[in-house]
Nanobody, 126 residues
Framework: QEQWVESGGESVQGGESLKLSCATSESTFRQFCVAWFRQAPGQERGGVAGMNKDGLIRYKNSSIQDRFRISRDWAKNTLYLQMNSLKPEDTAMYYC???????????????????WGQGTQVTVST
């Protein structure tokens, strides 16, 4: 069930930055937990960053936390992912998703999210 629309994915060189956007309806945007996932070829879809309605944020790991930033624009019903210092291992299809419950410890489990976008491709070359 696709209800988000991602954009901003591109092919870039390592070290460059990208800002991904994900727009949706007001009702979907107001779901408690919103998150960015990514999936590289042959790998499972995994969480990159999650954000509660109250502003609590979780990142996949310290490397992601040091380079990426998730944000939520309530006026535009849009979720963002600012990605800096991109590395080849960041190459993947990036998706946004939402769930009515708090992100909690299961925020990175893609199976709990019921609303997804179609994805936007990010390719980072050396």
């Amino acid at each position: 069930q696709e209800q988000w629309v991602e954009s901003g994915g591109e092919s870039v060189q390592g070290g460059e930055s990208l800002k991904l956007s994900c727009a949706t309806s007001e009702s979907t945007f107001r779901q408690f937990c919103v998150a960015w996932f990514r999936q590289a070829p042959g790998q499972e879809r995994g969480g990159v960053a999650g954000m509660n309605k109250d502003g609590l944020i979780r990142y996949k790991n310290s490397s992601i936390q040091d380079r990426f930033r998730i944000s939520r624009d309530w006026a535009k019903n849009t979720l963002y992912l600012q990605m800096n210092s991109l590395k080849p291992e960041d190459t993947a299809m990036y998706y946004c998703a939402s769930d009515p419950g708090p992100c909690g410890s299961s925020w990175s489990s893609f199976g709990r999210f019921d609303r997804w976008g179609q994805g936007t491709q990010v390719t980072v070359s050396t």
